[in-house]
């Protein structure tokens, strides 16, 4: 690894991008080493004007490109126990350590020093580098990026998101629906629960049909699923609700999460949970006829499905050499990618056992042979 390499890494981890902060520092940052290079460069703003999607082209204005694609944003590291300073990239041996080396802006340092070759060649397709904001909490900034290169540019033939895989391909993997319910009832005196309705009760029912539902996607998995665990997924993850032990509650708040597999009905799964929330919410109005319930989706992204004949597919094993099938059960945009009509793999640098830790790092050997098959791209966009 050059020491430029190192320093363009370490220039990307200085930046704090971690969800609830900006990421124009690191994007201007970003926009100016590329414009250097001639590359064709355009943004998305966020509604408030804090962040941006950032997208970019090297070569030809024509069909059949190439995206590389990756997101800006990091994890928190409050209360994590790190060694170094997470945003100081650390060298140890042979890893580099800080956060967002493997999750994934080793990827995208790798991306950026590939860029002068890109530049260089004699290009006959594009080579597209699409930057986003706030995938950490819900692929919230992919849509309009994804919108914006459909609108603005020549349909790319593939998308490689270089989330950590140990540059291996990876052809499919899971969903993510995050809902937020609030439950309002009416509240009483503990001992006359007759004359309110209890928000915490009504929630356990709800979070009852919730276990229910996970149940059946256990129970209908797919045997022969290479998914682990091999069904979708549902889970509650936070509750909050009452205010005494001798109030019947007036609120209550829960979020849950949906991991669907390619194959799973999140319409139905949804259309189920909101029949019995509207039975609930009949039984609560009997004594309280203000009381409600309220489901919010929060995310929304779809899971990647495998398509072995796929561009995505062909450009990413000619480029790895990789010939297995994989999938995994954590989410990417590739899923964004693929339902808008782009075909998509997944193949980055470093290991996602390391992302959202303390101590986060890429190996240099992960990030060397990233850089080495990005590398190989010209000669692929050439012809």
């Known amino acids: 690894m050059t020491k430029d390499f190192q320093d363009l890494l370490a220039r990307l981890i200085s930046f704090d991008t971690v969800s609830r902060h900006s990421n124009l520092q690191l994007i201007d940052w970003v926009e100016e080493q590329l414009s250097a290079l001639g590359a064709r460069c355009a943004r998305v703003a966020s509604a ?23 997101h800006t944003d990091v994890v928190p590291v409050d209360g994590q126990d790190w060694s170094s300073d997470p945003f100081v990239l650390t060298p140890r041996g042979d890893k580099l350590f800080g956060r967002g080396t493997c999750d994934m802006k080793g990827f995208i340092a790798c991306a950026l020093a590939a860029a002068p070759d ?41 998308v490689l998101v270089g ?12 969903g993510m629906n995050a809902y937020r319910v609030r439950v309002l009832g009416k509240e009483a005196h503990s001992s006359q629960p007759h004359k309110g309705a209890s928000a915490v009760m009504a929630a356990a029912l709800l979070m009852a049909e919730l276990d229910a539902i996970a149940a059946d996607l ?23 609700g009452g205010t005494a032990i001798n109030i019947i509650a007036r609120e209550c708040s829960f979020m849950w999460d949906l991991r669907p597999t390619p194959g799973d009905d999140c319409a139905a799964i949804e259309a189920r949970f909101s029949a019995r929330a509207k039975e609930i919410e009949a039984q609560m109005r009997q004594s309280a006829p203000e009381a409600r319930i309220e489901i919010e989706r929060l995310s929304n992204v779809p ?3 495998a398509d072995p004949q796929s561009a995505a597919e062909h450009i990413a094993r000619l480029l790895t050499g990789d010939n297995q099938s994989r999938v995994v059960s954590y989410t990417t945009e590739a899923g964004q990618f693929a339902a808008a009509g782009f ?15 303390p101590d986060e790092y890429v190996s240099v050997a992960q990030l060397d042979l990233c850089l080495k098959t990005l590398r190989k791209l010209p000669q692929h966009l050439c012809h």
């Open 163 to 174: 989330e950590p895989t140990n540059m291996q391909v990876v052809s499919a993997h899971k």
């Open 303 to 305: 899971p990647l499905k």
């Open 118 to 158: 890109f530049a260089a060649a004699d290009l006959a397709r594009p080579v597209h580098f699409a930057f986003s904001y706030d995938e950490e909490v819900g692929c919230l900034g992919a849509p309009s990026l994804i919108e914006a290169i459909s609108r603005d540019l020549p349909p790319p033939a593939a």
């Open 343 to 357: 075909p998509a793999v997944v193949c980055g640098p470093g290991s996602i056992d390391q992302a959202h830790k």
């Open 218 to 240: 256990r129970q209908n998995a797919d045997p022969h699923s290479a998914f682990e665990p091999p069904y979708g997924t549902l889970t509650i993850g936070v509750v909050h």
């Open 48 to 70: 408030d004007g804090k962040k941006a999607n950032f997208y970019a082209t090297l070569g030809p204005q024509q069909p059949g490109g190439l995206v590389l694609s990756g």
